[in-house]
């Protein structure tokens, strides 16, 4: 993704007044947006089923525990 790409998703999202004229290489919103966008291809590349289960603690099944009461 190039740069200007960067820079439009992040007007759409942040809006166009939070975005500097210049210094946009070291914005921090240039970072986020970055970050936000390889999170939303990575979940449409099939990460979406890891939301359940990839981090650490949280449990891999979602319902009734098995264990006996």
Known sequence: ?????ARVIAEVL??????????WKTHEL???TI???QAG???MRGGI???AG???????????SSASP
């Open 41 to 43: 291809l990575a979940l």
């Open 54 to 64: 990839s981090r650490a603690g949280v449990p891999k099944t979602i319902g009734p």
């Open 35 to 37: 970050r936000l966008v």
């Open 14 to 23: 942040f809006s166009r007044k939070r975005i500097p004229g210049r210094a």
């Open 1 to 5: 993704m190039g740069s200007w790409m």
């Open 30 to 32: 240039r970072s986020r």
């Open 49 to 51: 089923p890891h939301l």
